[in-house]
């Protein structure tokens, strides 16, 4: 159990908070370029969101309020993790609602509510480097960012039409970050990827493992990378709904039903749709209580 | 006087820190200092390409021929020497001090190579259409129809089938590998196309119809050729003009049919003997 009078508040010591803050500030100056950091010795493992954890131990202040999801869960067995170490190493208070929070950690997605510019969205990332699929050398591709060399992303682009018809990258598509910097949007769906442009929020990258910190800061240019003839698609929800809350144009995940044993579907932010069914709820209830019954 | 398209003043590459005898022009062990070891790989090479003129290289394995055509494809930095290039600011700038930018303008845009090992040219692990696209792209292009296009066009030139477009040239043999590498360097329409040995380990029925294809394409394309080779009779067949090197140095050049029925220097005397 941790007992948070044993830790400097929220775990790391204010130097290593400050070096890590330092960094970001650089990541913030400079949308899409890879900032390398000392990423820290965590009691949790590497690829279990340390990038992520670091950032948010760096930023978090005595007043906010953490949320964490993991997947789009807020009741995964990483995500209360983590709440938990945070919370107990901060006292502050955490929260399941995308709205009430200032800081959100997430793995895997960004929240169905438009963010606002009073929170900050802190993502974790296990490949930072976007040209990590066309060059395995780190001393290469940092001089490919240097001299904005991105035909071989753009050839792997068209490899996948060549070779399917379409381009089959269905999470971590690579976006054009103010039209210079080539940039790995983390693992979320493409279905995301155009809430990072033109944003009202921060949003902060974390990879732990491979030690890089980078950020597109509010109102920043992000361009999923497509040709021109060739339109960016993103999974397509069309004629599916939420069968919990009933929401359309939502990331949706899909399931079989054990019973029919047919597909059905739920949204995968479970906090945007627990909050959808309380509000259901609540209205009904208003509605009732005027009908006096 | 017709300007060339290609001009290289005193061209030289040296590997080792030099010493005053071999900078003062003291005589060399073939191309290499006896007393610093300094390797002159290049020394101070005086080349001319005329257009839709084919200019053969000529020379045994370790005289310069490959360091000088890599070196004005930007793969090896140089020592010292300039080029100008016609279709480069009108000849008059120096295309060896230019910036990184630019060197992938005259790359993509201006020049086409075609390497002897297939490695070092194409990526054996992607597409032969994606892998003449890389250059495509590279000079900007960002039209996926209009790139697959042109791809079906090189490769229709080159005679490989469309059912092996999506193939990659490691399932190639020797000879498709450099009809790839062929298409890939002609992608953009360049004014100079840099074959560097391109025959060299092929049997020679593959060897006639790769050379075959290289006069189709000079007579076609209308195009400037520099030529590597250590085989006069490639060279006999398409160069022009001739120049020989030995140990990093150009030691005769002419027109070819003069180069090899005339020979004036002992070595190419030699080298012409050992041929017949």
């Given amino acids: 159990m941790i007992d948070a009078k044993h830790y400097n508040f929220a775990f790391l010591d204010e130097g290593s908070k400050r070096e890590i803050r330092r960094s970001i500030l650089k990541a913030v100056a400079i949308p899409g370029y890879q900032v390398p950091f000392g990423s820290r010795e965590l009691p949790i493992g590497r690829g279990w969101g340390t990038g992520g954890i670091q950032i948010t131990l760096s930023i978090i202040g005595k007043e906010d309020i953490l949320k964490v999801i993991d997947q789009g869960n807020d009741d995964s067995v990483n995500a209360v993790n983590i709440k938990k170490l945070v919370g107990e190493c901060t006292d502050v208070e955490v929260t399941t609602d995308s709205e009430e929070a200032t800081i959100i950690q997430s793995r895997h997605r960004i929240p169905e509510i438009p963010m606002r ?5 802190v993502l974790q990332v296990p490949t930072p480097e976007p040209l990590r699929i066309v060059e395995p050398k780190e001393s290469v591709t940092k001089q490919m960012h240097a001299e904005a060399e991105y035909s071989g992303m753009w050839l792997s682009l068209f490899e996948d039409l060549t070779q399917y018809g379409k381009i089959s990258i269905s999470s971590e598509y690579p976006v054009m970050v103010e039209d210079r910097y080539v940039m790995n949007p983390s693992p979320i769906p493409r279905y995301d990827n155009w809430k990072l442009n033109d944003s009202e929020t921060l949003y902060l990258f974390g990879a732990g493992r491979e030690k890089k910190i980078y950020a597109i800061p509010p109102h920043t240019k992000v361009v999923s990378m497509c ?67 | 006087m017709e300007k060339p398209v290609l001009r290289i003043d005193h061209l030289t590459v040296r590997y080792g820190k030099t010493c005053g005898y071999c900078r ?62 016609k279709d480069f600011h009108d000849g008059e700038e120096d295309i060896f001090s ?10 993509n845009h201006i020049m086409g190579m075609v390497y002897q090992n297939p490695v070092l040219g194409l990526r054996m692990d992607y597409s032969s259409a994606g892998n003449i696209a890389e250059k495509l792209i590279a000079a900007g292009n960002r039209n996926f129809r209009k790139m697959n296009e042109r791809v079906t066009e090189l490769l229709d030139a080159m005679e490989i089938l469309q059912s092996r477009k999506k193939e990659p040239p490691k399932n190639f043999s020797g000879g498709m590998q450099q009809r790839v590498q062929i298409s890939k360097a002609l992608a953009n329409n360049p004014k100079i196309l840099l074959l560097d040995e391109v025959t ?63 020979p004036q220097q002992p070595y190419t005397q030699q080298l012409v003997h050992s041929l017949l």
């Fill in chain 1, 117 to 121: 510019n009073d929170q900050i969205l």
């Fill in chain 1, 227 to 293: 040709f021109e003839d060739v339109p960016f698609r993103t999974e397509d929800f069309e004629g599916k709904h939420c069968r919990l809350c009933g929401a359309t144009g939502v990331y949706l995940d899909e399931l079989i039903d054990e019973a029919t044993g047919e597909k059905v579907y739920e949204c995968n932010d479970t906090g945007f749709c627990k909050k959808r069914r309380m509000r259901g709820k609540n209205s009904m209830q208003t509605e009732n209580m005027q009908r006096g019954e």
């Fill in chain 2, 24 to 85: 003062n022009g003291g005589k060399l062990n073939k191309n290499t200092c006896p007393h610093c070891k300094t390797v002159w790989a290049c020394n101070d090479v005086n080349v001319s390409l005329y257009e839709g003129e084919i200019l053969g290289i000529v020379g045994e394995s370790g005289s310069g021929k490959s360091t000088l055509m890599k070196s004005l494809y930007f793969d090896f930095g140089i020592t010292e020497g300039r080029g100008y290039l």
């Fill in chain 2, 98 to 107: 230019q910036s990184l930018q630019q060197k992938k303008y005259i790359k």
């Fill in chain 2, 200 to 262: 060299t380990g092929l049997d020679l029925s593959v060897q006639a119809r790769v050379l075959e294809l290289i006069r189709k394409i000079h007579q076609e394309f209308h195009i400037s050729i520099m030529l590597v080779s250590h085989d006069l009779a490639v060279i006999r067949m398409l160069a022009d003009r001739t120049i020989v090197m030995l140990d990093g140095k150009i030691i005769e050049q002419g027109l070819t049919d003069q180069i090899l029925d005339d």
